[in-house]
């Protein structure tokens, strides 16, 4: 198949020792600052934990309204079907990046993708419909 390449996590080594240590520095950094939260085991990878966390934010005082009084305010309640303007899919989890405000815990050492079945299903039902926007999020490998 012609699928894409995917990208080397170190740059080529050369003989020059700043590239060698650059090499090394990159490598470090890799693979023990840029982790997903469940690769450090960090609390907030786990959903029941977030939870835990937003619950007592609130019971706090924190400034967080609810999905259903945001709707409220705009004039959103009752909600009702319009028309599927955007397909949204979750590719995985797998990504060279490990953005802060990623809501899926991408990172590179993250193993879950699609499979390609799912994405021949999704495919499948993106030819029946309008949608002209494929909006592709969780792990997106550049
Ligand atoms: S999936 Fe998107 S948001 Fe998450 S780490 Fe990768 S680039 Fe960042």
Redesign the pocket.
């Given at each position: 198949m012609g699928g894409r390449r995917q990208q080397p996590l170190l740059p080529p080594v050369c003989c020059c020792p700043g590239a060698l240590l650059i090499t090394v520095i990159t490598f470090y950094l890799l693979t023990t600052l840029i982790k997903s939260l469940q690769a450090r085991h960090a609390p907030l990878a786990d959903t029941d934990y977030q939870l835990t966390v937003l619950t007592e934010a609130q019971a706090a005082g924190a400034r967080l309204p609810a999905f259903g009084q945001k709707l409220r305010e705009a004039g959103l309640l009752p909600l009702r079907p319009t028309e599927l303007k955007t397909m949204q899919i979750n590719v995985g989890r797998m990504?060279n990046?490990?953005?802060k405000?990623?809501h899926?815990d991408?990172?590179p050492d993250r193993t879950e993708i699609m499979t390609r079945a799912t994405m021949q299903l999704c495919l499948d039902a993106l030819a029946q419909t309008d949608i002209e926007v494929v909006d592709l999020?969780?792990?997106?490998p550049r």
């Open positions: 990504c990046q490990v953005c405000h990623c899926v991408a990172g999020t969780g792990g997106r």
